[in-house]
């Protein structure tokens, strides 16, 4: 799933204050600026 499919579906909906913003996503991860790092995250 591309990213801009992915804020397509997110609709009208603003996450980016409370989860971050996704800015890549690929097979084997998503990176995410803006999140509190913390087990399992990768975080740029």
């Known amino acids: 799933m591309n990213l801009e499919k992915l804020r397509s579906k997110l ?3 603003n ?3 409370i989860f971050g913003e996704i800015t890549k996503i690929s ?5 995410i600026r803006g ?3 913390g087990v ?4 740029k």
């Not at 097979?27 to 990176?31: F, G, L, Q, R, V």
């Open 35 to 37: 999140l509190k790092t």
């Open 27 to 31: 097979a084997t991860s998503i990176e």
């Open 11 to 13: 609709g009208k909906e």
């Open 40 to 43: 399992g995250d990768i975080v």
């Open 15 to 17: 996450l980016s204050a």
